[in-house]
């Protein structure tokens, strides 16, 4: 068995997860906050909050513990709950491993029960004594990036040993025998008759551009007709279908996203939203340092998106082949490998033996 902790923040980590599980061998035991999401099949572990009751004095509850962690506000009884319950959970089903997306925390609790831990990685700076922490610890880290991507991220070399960059996790099913590749979309200047269409894909994990930036948006753009889904606003029903007929995706650049976009190599806008540790920033770096798609960082300027979006369909959306989008399989696959070495049953020491630590 392998268990996959889910952080609760947006929706990125479970929907990343689910893929990878879909696509497992072994039975996958889901951990997270509150009941089980819908994007999850299997069976599910409901975590209390560690963020419930709220703390109002962080700086008290010395949540950081000293700049060690990133969150054990003191005598938080929802933090405590939470941990009571993983480790229950690990002593009742043993797991052979656990995947952690992500928490420098829970990381650790799993370690000390002396269960392997496969970490999903982030991108951005991941050098703080935390992130050192939880990364030193693993057996493997799982990137949903392309090696080529992040190559002045600064990673020691150990921790890029025992890296899989299985490229980009998209959640999206297409189907057996869908091509990937999608529809083309109509290249800059091509003389097209009708407007050609944008889909905005925002996701849950942060803010909305606000409505005036999507009005300016659109009439700097006469010739665009634009569809906004994600984060507050309505979702799509078949999402694959609407990012197969739009001819550019403006999306943030989380790695579900870009991964969904690069999965159906759509002529793309990536823009960074603010992010702890600038993960966003470092992806936008990568698409742009390999010439995928248009970047910027933030909401653009109106007068910005004519030029942004001419870019983008100059570019097109063959490159995103080289980020790839259907990790899934091979991080599954990788997860495969790891329980069948650890879940060898361990022999016992000898009846009185004194070995092992006291």
Not at 88 to 96: C, Y
Not at 211 to 234: M, S, V
Request: with cysteine.
């Amino acid at each position: 068995m392998i268990g996959y902790y889910v952080h609760h923040q947006g929706s990125g980590h479970v929907r990343r997860a689910a893929a990878v599980a879909r696509r497992t061998q072994h039975d996958v035991v889901g951990l997270g906050s509150g009941p089980r999401p819908p994007e999850w099949d299997g069976a599910w572990v409901a975590l209390p909050r560690d963020d419930d009751p709220p703390v109002t004095d962080p700086e008290g509850a010395d949540v950081t513990a000293g700049g060690v962690l990133h969150w054990v506000p003191r005598h938080h009884p929802g933090l405590r709950a939470r941990h009571r319950v993983i480790a229950d959970w690990i002593e009742e089903e043993r797991p052979a491993l656990v995947v952690v997306d992500v928490s420098v925390e829970v990381t650790l609790l799993v370690r000390l029960c002396g269960v392997p831990v496969v970490v999903g990685a982030m991108p951005g700076d991941r050098t703080d004594r935390p992130h050192r922490l939880a990364y030193d610890v693993a057996e493997a880290l799982l990137a949903p990036w392309p090696a080529q991507a992040h190559p002045d991220n600064g990673w020691p070399q150990a921790w890029t040993d025992k890296t899989w960059h299985v490229g980009g996790i998209s959640a999206l099913d297409l189907g057996a025998g869908d091509d990937p590749g999608g529809m083309p979309s109509r290249a800059a200047g091509a003389g097209a008759s009708g407007p050609r269409d944008v889909l905005v894909l925002w996701g849950t994990g942060g803010d909305d551009p606000d409505q005036g930036g999507y009005a300016e948006a659109q009439r700097a753009t006469p010739g665009w007709r634009w569809t906004f889904r994600g984060g507050r606003l309505p979702a799509a029903d078949d999402l694959a279908a609407e990012l197969r007929t739009a001819d550019v995706v403006v999306c943030h650049a989380g790695q579900g996203s870009v991964a969904d976009v690069a999965l159906l190599r759509r002529p793309a806008v990536v823009l960074a939203q603010p992010r702890p540790h600038a993960e966003q920033e470092a992806t936008v770096r990568a698409v742009a340092r390999m010439g995928i798609a248009a970047t910027g960082v933030g909401w653009p300027s109106a007068q910005e998106w004519p030029g942004l979006l001419e870019e983008a369909l100059a570019t097109g959306g063959a490159g995103w082949q080289r980020w790839g989008g259907d990790g899934a399989l091979a991080a599954a696959a990788h997860l495969d490998g790891l329980a069948d070495r650890f879940s060898l049953e361990v022999t016992p020491p000898p009846q009185g033996s004194t070995e092992g630590p006291a």
